[in-house]
């Protein structure tokens, strides 16, 4: 029966964490956000092409994908070891985002749904991390570069405040993952060609996250 349980929270988290919200607001519009700046799905790439308004409403949606399976399922199954169930939640919805099957699992980078995610399992870690991607964002205005160091100092706030081996290795993972997908925001920086929100066009090249 526990089995099932996993299985079942690890099929729904994927499927939810699935749906290309960036590619359906874009599609409704007549635009293949695919084919639109970056070619990302992601909420910095729908800001670029449609609009603040938006962007910030993909923004919350991915983020809403991530927290809903991580902070329902414990409420679900009390029973079984939450913090378990929460990382196999975690990582299925942040994966449907990021491999979405109705998109030949090409999807976005998982920033905003890992986000929401984590406000839902590791709520001080997080809000930590979300200072740091504020003030990197605010002194470079590099949604990417926000993100990467965010990332990477993730596993570091949650080792502070969790002192869990488990979760730190979780949170590393979940890191490398979102570095990885931002391989090509980090040549793009490293050659100067990054796109700063607010920039003008002729100021930097192409560039998105999320």
């Known amino acids: 029966m526990t089995a099932l349980i996993f299985i079942g929270c690890a099929v729904i988290s994927y499927f939810l964490g699935s749906i290309p919200t960036g590619y359906l607001w874009a599609r409704a519009r007549g635009i ?3 084919k639109v700046g970056s070619g990302n799905i992601g909420a910095t790439n729908v800001m670029r092409a449609l609009g603040k308004g938006p962007g910030i409403a993909v923004l919350l949606i991915d983020a809403a994908k991530g927290f809903i399976p991580v902070w329902l399922a414990p409420h679900l199954f009390p029973d079984i070891p939450a913090h378990t169930l929460q990382i196999v939640c975690c990582l ?3 994966a449907g985002h990021n491999w979405t099957c109705w998109l030949n699992f090409k999807g ?3 920033v905003a749904t ?3 995610a984590l406000l839902a ?3 001080l870690p997080f809000c930590c991390t979300l200072a740091t991607w504020i003030l990197v964002f605010a002194i470079s205005r590099y949604v ?3 993100s990467i160091v965010a990332a990477m100092l993730m596993p570091v706030f949650t080792w502070l405040f969790e002192k869990d081996v488990t979760l730190l290795v979780f949170t590393a993972i979940l890191a490398a993952v979102v570095v990885y997908r931002h391989k090509s925001n980090i040549q793009r920086l490293l050659t100067g060609t990054e796109n700063r ?6 100021e930097s090249g192409k560039g998105a996250t999320a």
């Open 121 to 123: 399992f590791l709520p």
């Open 197 to 202: 929100i607010g920039a003008r066009k002729n």
């Open 144 to 146: 990417s570069l926000g």
């Open 114 to 116: 890992s986000a929401g």
């Open 92 to 94: 299925f919805v942040i």
């Open 108 to 110: 976005g980078k998982g």
């Open 32 to 34: 293949d956000i695919r």
